[in-house]
């Protein structure tokens, strides 16, 4: 890429140069024209000063009074010596009569052929003061004063022609500077034109080019695109977004992202402005993005346009960060209709599935049950054994399908929410009940703090019994022999039901917790310890807890090889909070994805 910066200094030094030449040049000018001017000045004084020099000395010698010949003397010797000096300078120099160089040969050609008459004038004008000195010698006077104008005749069509001579010879120096001048102004003229040609004009065009690829990128990005500013009006746009929301981007350009489109929720509720995912990246500087598919169980936004049709989209928000200020934020989305369409024949699939499979894995369960009760006959010690390995393997089958009936239930909204008035912490105790067996087996100790001042609320028990008989089973199940495990349901400050879950376990790791809500997922820590986990059950908790209008999070401490890996101390295990509003859940049939 041609320097631009290069060129554009070493055309304004060119520029610089040629003013400050221009600056001196004139400068010069003036000195020289004053300088001429005072040379015509001195010429043309010679003039009148041989013209006085004939009038003083024909007053001399018309002159018999004593005093009045010695003025006449006075000033006749004055106006000599002057008439010699600036004689001598106009053909020298002579810096104290202001006369400034030699003069020009033209010059001192005209002045050699003035010369004699000069020296006839100057010798008898010297000649008549020395006669007046002696004691005046009339004839003698009256000879020097004739002489003196017969060659002033002489003098003064020769000194015009010297005055005419300096007079051209200014003029042709007044041109010369000119044409100098006219050429430095052109040359800077011809460099501010190259200037538009070789920086401005390619400057621009490079500009451009730039813009264009720019506008090329972002189009052939196949994701919607737009960035905003601080305020979130729409700084630029590509073709793909302005389709997906149904507004062209030189529409859309310059007006606030909120009133392009508006932003619901799955249920089809308008999210607030400031709930929008732009609007939480510029208030908190933090990236959003929400998934495609239902691996997590984030919100799923809908981006409505103003014609009122609606699509999926997965999004990230990130924000534009300059100098530690949030200057705006970009949103990359893409429609996923498609793919909740493709998630929604799955979850289809396996719940179909799931049915198919339960009913012949009951009748396994039941045959399985009265063989293994006598029911049909007497069975020798090593075929019950292997009778009860079959049971218990089909009982954990059993348990499978259920979960993936009921996640795809909640994915496909077709759980039937029930809420009634519900005692949270019998049903607590229910749960810890069903759980004591494998308590005492592995030797845990629990510990139960239950406020009395819990009151009964409106949720379906079916719900809440899932959500703690998942995180009562993982605590259990991931805390080794003898530890302990502390479950307590009370009200927070804002006066919502908070319920805790912890255990001195294994703890998650770390760089492994962002991803514990995620379909399926298990962390490394766990997965050789327990290999019967689904990586469900937390997916699940946590679509229920947040279609309740709760939340859910966790702390927790990994034990690895090296020691401790998140923080805290030794055995710290894991803590799950839940938290759920008083005023219940909602019942209605779907309100569950
Ligand atoms: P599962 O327990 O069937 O594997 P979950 O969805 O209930 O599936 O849990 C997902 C993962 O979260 C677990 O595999 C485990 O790695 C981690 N986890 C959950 N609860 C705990 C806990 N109390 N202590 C340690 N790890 C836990």
């Known amino acids: 890429m041609p320097n631009f ?7 304004l030094t060119i520029i610089a140069l040629l003013v400050t030449g221009g600056y001196l040049l004139n400068g010069q000018v ?31 010698q018309n002159t018999i009074d004593e005093a009045e010949r010695n003025i006449y ?4 010797e004055e106006a000599v010596a002057l008439w010699e000096r600036s004689h001598k300078g106009l053909q020298e120099w002579d810096e104290e009569l202001g006369l400034p160089r030699k003069s020009s040969k033209a010059v001192k050609k005209l002045f050699v052929a003035v010369d004699p008459a000069f020296q006839r004038i100057l010798e008898a004008a010297k000649s008549i003061v020395r006669e007046l000195e002696l004691g005046q010698n009339d004839t003698n006077v009256t000879a020097f004063v004739a002489t003196v104008f017969s060659n002033e005749a002489i003098f003064l069509p020769g000194m015009d022609k010297i005055v005419f001579q300096y007079d051209e010879e200014a003029k042709t120096r007044v041109e010369k500077v000119r044409r100098i001048d006219f050429l430095l102004l052109w040359t800077v003229f011809l460099v501010l034109i190259a200037e538009g040609f070789f920086i401005f004009r390619p400057a621009v065009k490079k500009l451009e080019e730039v813009t264009e690829k720019k506008q090329a990128i972002l189009a ?24 997906l929301i149904g507004c062209s981007p030189s529409e859309c350009i310059g007006k606030k992202c909120y009133e392009v489109f508006d932003v619901k929720n799955e249920k089809g509720e308008n999210i607030s402005i400031k709930d929008r995912p732009v609007q939480i990246v510029l208030a908190t500087g933090k990236k959003v993005s929400t998934t495609t598919t239902t691996t997590t169980t984030t919100t799923t936004y809908y981006y409505v346009r103003k014609d009122g049709t609606q699509f999926p989209v997965a999004i990230t928000a990130t924000p534009v960060i300059l100098n530690n200020k949030i200057i705006g934020a970009i949103d990359i989305f893409r429609d996923i209709t498609k793919d909740k369409e493709i998630d929604h024949a799955k979850s289809e699939f396996v719940s179909l599935a799931s049915h198919q499979l339960r009913t012949p894995l009951t009748t396994i369960s039941w045959y399985a049950e009265m063989v293994l009760k006598g029911d049909v006959g007497e069975i020798i ?63 845990l100790i629990i510990t139960k703090s239950f406020d009395k001042n819990v009151p009964t609320f409106s949720t379906d028990p ?29 009200l927070d ?46 997916y699940i908790v946590k679509s229920i807890i947040e279609q309740s209008g709760g939340k859910i999070w966790f702390e927790s401490s990994a034990r690895t090889a090296e020691g401790v890996q998140s923080g805290g101390e030794e055995n710290k295990g894991s803590t799950f909070f839940v938290t759920l509003p008083l005023c219940g859940m909602k019942g209605e049939k779907g309100a569950i994805k």
């Open 220 to 243: 052939a990005i196949g994701d919607g695109f737009y960035a905003v500013d601080a305020d979130s009006n729409i700084l630029t746009m590509n073709q793909t977004a302005g389709k």
């Open 493 to 538: 400050k804002e006066k919502q039901i908070l319920i805790t879950v912890s255990d001195t376990g294994y703890g998650i790791p770390k760089n492994q917790q962002d991803k514990i809500f995620t379909k399926l997922f298990r962390a490394d820590n766990v997965r050789e310890k327990d290999t019967d986990g689904t990586g469900l059950g937390l």
């Open 381 to 443: 010690p090593k075929q019950k054994k292997y009778l009860e390995e079959i049971y218990r393997g089909n009982k954990r089958m059993i348990e499978l399908v259920n979960t993936l009936l009921d996640v795809s239930r909640l994915e496909l909204g077709t759980f039937k929410m029930e809420p009634k008035p519900t005692d949270v912490v019998a049903l607590a105790e229910s749960v810890v009940d069903e759980q004591q067996p494998k308590i005492e087996r592995k030797k």
């Open 30 to 60: 003036q000195k020289t024209q004053l300088g001429d001017s005072r040379v015509i000045n001195i010429a043309g004084r010679q003039r009148m000063l041989s013209q006085k020099i004939s009038k003083v000395s024909l007053e001399i």
């Open 73 to 76: 003397k006075k000033e006749l």
């Open 5 to 11: 910066t290069l060129r554009y200094i070493f055309s």
């Open 462 to 490: 079916k719900f809440l019994h899932m959500v703690f008989q998942n995180l009562l089973a993982n605590a259990v199940e991931y805390t080794p022999e003898g530890g302990k495990i502390e479950f307590g349901i009370s």
